[in-house]
């Protein structure tokens, strides 16, 4: 077993190494350019789209465009938003922060051509719901359907480790350490509400994610803001020391600039999922008209995934100089960082947010791995036997040590970004023709709401 996980642990390290975070990385910057930072241009646009209650309820779709977007929210926003970042500054110093920000900046523009392509190619199953994602842009718009399977197959098994046992296990590790709840009681907990939700379908991840992701990531970043804002001498001298490590390396294991630029990169892509092409199947199920329109939705998850809720980790980290005291595990560092400017209130703060974004990671994942699945397999019994032994599978997580597992699943779950890249770059052309066809619709609709204006304040 042990030369098994020594062998799993290496081709995890070489999936994920230099090329694929190259190729993630540049893949971002291509549809960047092509898409003339559609991130920067139509940020402000897409904002006031997520938040806007005046979406086209008659369109095709299971859910909301906002229940999609929380929903894609869920299944980010997890373990590596708190470790993650933190394992990222211990391995590569602060200057890992910045290549985190950059590599979030440019996943913007990959998150967004996924979700144009997730709502393009879109079909409907056999009970008229929505089913979408790389799989039937690989099949459809590529034609390239063997990589469609390969993309499904990685993800349905993914599932069970980045979104379902890892996570698991990390709310039971924090319930038991801190509220010293034994692990099997947890795990009991996280199946009742696993079942409760993930057994009803997309409708009822959808309502529950809708109203649960809000109020994690507020409690979260309320907290951190709170830090700041009191200790907002420190923060000059924190960003400072961000970017100049990030171009010396000083602070990073080892010296190496390398290190610096791949932890930062890595920790920042795994954390938003930018490129792996699990997000866009949550986009695919989204009530609306244009591909385009969705996807402005969807490319925010990255902002407030890696620049929001990612950065007030990392800046608290940076803060504190608890990164500078090697007797501390990434996985305290967080609570020691929190604990350094709210005394004793600190740890419960990390304890409570990794708690509620690990569970709400679990919901989203069972999507994911369930439309994955049901891509192999479309038959309502194989999908619904999918999600129980999901569910079950939560339990396993919170109790047993399965590192073998968990190092499949990691594998699993960088091969699927190599198929989902192709689709995305070979069908590049397609994201820009959608781009434009919605930026001509988007320019109609305001040109029709000056118009009403103006016929009503002439009245």
């Known amino acids: 077993m042990d030369a098994i996980a020594a062998a799993l642990d290496k081709i995890s390290s070489f999936v994920w190494g230099p090329p694929l975070l190259i190729l993630l990385v540049g893949t971002g910057i291509f549809l960047t350019v092509r898409l003339a930072f559609i991130q920067v ?8 789209q997520v938040f806007s209650r005046n979406h086209d309820k008659k369109a095709e779709g299971d859910i909301s ?82 990589l ?16 379902n046992g890892t996570q698991s296990k990390a709310v039971a590790d924090v319930m038991n350490l801190t509220f010293n709840v034994p692990h099997w009681i947890t795990g009991i907990g996280l199946v009742i509400f696993g079942a409760l939700v993930i057994l009803g379908g997309i409708q009822s991840i959808g309502k529950v994610t809708a109203f649960f992701v809000p109020i994690m ?15 907002f001498d420190l923060v000059p001298a924190a960003f400072g020391l961000i970017f100049s490590d990030a171009f010396s390396g000083e602070a990073a294991a080892g010296g190496a600039i390398g290190a610096v630029i791949r932890f930062g990169v890595a920790r920042g892509l795994f954390s938003n999922e930018a490129g792996l092409g699990s997000a866009p199947i949550a986009a695919a199920a989204a009530r609306t008209d244009l591909p385009g ?16 809720i990612c950065s007030i980790t990392g800046v608290t980290i940076v803060m ?27 740890p419960y703060v990390v304890a409570i947010g990794l708690i509620f974004f690990a569970t709400s990671t679990i919901l989203g994942w069972s999507y994911y791995g369930e439309k994955c699945f049901q891509y192999l397999f479309p038959n309502k019994a194989a999908v619904r036997a999918y999600r129980v032994i999901f569910v079950l599978f ?3 997580g919170a109790v047993v040590s399965l590192d073998i597992v968990w190092l499949l699943a990691d594998v699993l ?19 820009v023709y959608e781009s434009k066809r919605f930026h001509a619709k988007m320019k109609e609709e305001e040109a029709a709401k000056k118009a009403a204006k103006l016929s009503v304040d002439t009245k």
């Open 217 to 231: 990531a507020l409690f979260y970043f309320i907290a951190g803001a709170i830090i700041v804002i009191m200790n």
């Open 320 to 346: 504190s100089g608890q990164w500078k005291d090697t007797s501390i595990s990434a996985g305290d560092l967080t609570a020691a960082a929190f604990g350094t400017f709210l005394g004793s209130a600190g």
């Open 148 to 163: 469609g399977v390969m993309f499904a197959i990685f993800g349905a098994l993914a599932a069970f480790g980045i979104g």
């Open 65 to 146: 465009q906002f229940q999609a977007l929380m929903t894609a929210m869920a299944a980010t926003v997890g373990v590596g938003n708190i470790v993650g970042v933190a394992t990222a500054v211990v391995m590569g110093g602060p200057g890992a922060i910045f290549w985190m920000w950059l590599a979030g900046f440019f996943g913007m523009a990959t998150k967004y051509g996924e979700a144009v392509l997730a709502v393009k190619y879109r079909v409907k199953d056999s009970s008229g719901q929505m089913a979408g994602g790389p799989m039937y842009y690989l099949e459809h718009g590529l034609k390239q359907k063997w």
């Open 413 to 431: 779950n960088g091969l699927m970004a190599i198929p989902n890249l192709i689709g995305l770059l070979g069908l590049s052309g397609v994201i």
């Open 293 to 308: 329109r969705q996807a402005l939705i969807s490319m925010t998850q990255v902002l407030f995934d890696t620049l929001v």
């Open 41 to 48: 241009r139509l940020l402000p646009y897409s904002l006031r």
């Open 394 to 396: 939560i339990f396993v």
